[in-house]
């Protein structure tokens, strides 16, 4: 009768059941503080893993660090099949280079299939585009600060009648991608010192065309220049290949055999 005398009671009620609020406060932040400062394993690479490259068990390590340090994008599987994002058995991305002592981000290892195989596969050529091989070295790229993705305008040299012709003869061409003598991407491994060989331009079937012409004249040159456009614009952007110039494409034209 005690008990139910108690709970007729509105104040006896409200002080128990604020008490229980506080209880279950209480709990939850000691649950909180608890998860966000006990350590927990992480793998860590134990060595330098280069581009391209497939993670193995002997590259990882181990360091414990409180949870709440850990971001949603670092990867916590290392080997278990049953959970999402295993890292062993995946392959570090393209231009990714994972520091010995570094965690696994998703994005930087990926899995075999997604891989990309050659620049077509980044680039996904679009609207008609074609690639066109382009023939550089250090000093033509500027000592080698062309990057893929940004855009180059592409100036002509020649010679006419013993008169210089010069001038830009096409502006906003992408770079697709820039390669070593060997074939290996000059910027997917920043460790080592790769020096251009070439660069591959998205260009149109017409330009193609102009520029294996113009390269084919023997006392013509054909000179990439780095542009600002792909700082100053949005992904969304529509930047318009063209060609600017009509004379020294008369010119390239009257040379074709």
Known sequence: MKLK????????????????????LYAFYNWRVKQAIDPIRVPVASVTIGPRT??????????????????????T????????????????????TIPAGSFFFDGMVVLPNE??????DDTDLKDGMVAYNFSVDMMSTYGNSIYPGNYVDIYFKGVRDNKIIFGKLIQNVKVLA?????????FENMEEKRTP???????????H??????????????????????????????????ITSDEIKAYIEEQRA
Do not use: W
């Open 5 to 24: 005398n108690l709970l007729a009671n509105k104040n006896v009620v409200t002080i128990f059941g604020a008490l229980l609020i506080v209880i279950v």
């Open 197 to 207: 060989s070439q660069i591959i331009l998205a260009v149109t079937s017409e330009i």
């Open 115 to 120: 891989l990309p195989d050659s620049f077509l």
């Open 77 to 96: 599987n290392v080997n278990n099949d049953n959970q999402p994002k295993k890292i062993v058995g995946r392959y570090t991305n393209v231009n990714c």
């Open 54 to 75: 497939e993670i193995t068990l002997d590259m990882i390590s181990y360091v414990d660090i409180q949870q709440s340090a850990i971001k949603n994008t670092v990867l």
């Open 209 to 242: 065309e102009l520029l294996r012409t113009a390269e084919s004249i023997g006392t013509a040159e054909i000179i990439p220049v780095p542009t600002n456009v792909a700082y100053r614009s949005n992904e969304s952007d529509q930047i318009a290949i063209e």
């Open 178 to 186: 820039v390669k070593d003598s060997s074939g290996n991407h000059v």
